[in-house]
């Protein structure tokens, strides 16, 4: 009894090994598949899931917008993304997309998407034709108007400023008017006062500037 236990169980391994082997092949092929997808996911913020998820319609993939009249949040700075989803839940940002929206995450929600969105490498905005004689005008403007003295060398952006360099056009010129006729505010007031100080068209070619530049991590 002892002798056909002794090798009646590695016999019946073998067996089985032989019959279902391909098959216990591909239970571990498909284990280890939703080892490392899960693992993706986790990297990506978290388990599914993803709040992310939700945010890909307006904002694109891994927050890199194709749109340009949704903004990219890919490698926007942390605090400001922040600053920005706490103001459109209280409503001192107003917007019907985002407000209902941001009413509904709680505090580590938000700190954890800004997170996420901080950590993504923001990818140049190559839809976007500029046009050169306007484009031109533009980075002058943004010369004189040192914007680089808030927003950053490479206009990158970093703790409540904003990155602006490859940012969407229409997105771009939307907050400008915005903050020119006092729909959007900032603590500062020196948005508006820079909005108001330039014309219509001066927004444009600005805005056609920043849109067109490569974004670079810094
Ligand atoms: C239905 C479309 C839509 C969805 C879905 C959406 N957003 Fe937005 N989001 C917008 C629009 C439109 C704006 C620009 C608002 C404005 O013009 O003031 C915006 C602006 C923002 C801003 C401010 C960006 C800046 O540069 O100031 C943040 C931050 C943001 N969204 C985060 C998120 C996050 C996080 C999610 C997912 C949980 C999300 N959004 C989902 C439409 C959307
Ligand atoms: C003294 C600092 C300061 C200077 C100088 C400055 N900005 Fe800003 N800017 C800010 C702050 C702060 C915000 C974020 C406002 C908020 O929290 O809503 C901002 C936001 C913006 C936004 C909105 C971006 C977004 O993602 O929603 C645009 C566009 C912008 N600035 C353009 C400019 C341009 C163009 C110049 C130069 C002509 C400039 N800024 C100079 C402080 C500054």
Redesign the pocket.
């Known amino acids: 009894m002892k002798k056909i236990l002794l090798f009646g169980i590695p016999l019946v391994a073998v067996l089985l090994l032989a019959i279902f082997g391909s098959d216990l092949l591909g239970l571990y092929r498909l284990q280890s598949y939703v080892t490392t997808s899960a693992a993706a996911y986790v990297a990506d913020g978290g388990p599914w899931p993803h709040v992310v998820d939700t945010c890909t319609v307006c904002h694109g993939v891994k927050g890199n917008s194709l749109h340009q009249g949704y ?1 990219s949040l890919a490698g ?1 700075p942390a605090p ?1 993304l922040e ?2 989803l706490h ?1 459109f839940a209280s409503e001192a ?1 107003r917007n019907p997309n985002m407000g209902p929206l941001a009413k509904t995450m709680s505090d580590p929600q938000i700190k954890s998407l800004a997170a996420y969105f901080a950590s993504v490498t923001p990818v140049a905005n190559h839809y976007f034709q500029p046009d050169a004689r306007l484009r031109e005008k533009g980075q002058r ?2 010369a004189a ?3 680089v ?3 950053g060398a490479q206009l990158m952006g970093h703790d ?5 360099a490859g ?1 969407g056009y229409d ?2 010129l939307a ?2 008017d915005e ?1 020119a006729s006092g729909i ?3 603590p ?1 007031g ?2 508006k006062n ?1 909005a108001t100080g ?1 014309s219509p068209e001066d927004r444009q070619a ?2 056609i500037y ?1 849109a067109s530049l490569d974004p670079k991590k810094n």
């Open positions: 903004p926007q400001y600053t920005q103001n940002r403007l943004v108007g040192n914007c003295a808030c927003h409540q400023f904003p990155r602006l940012q997105y771009l907050q400008f903050f959007r505010s900032e500062t020196v948005m820079l330039f600005i805005a920043l």
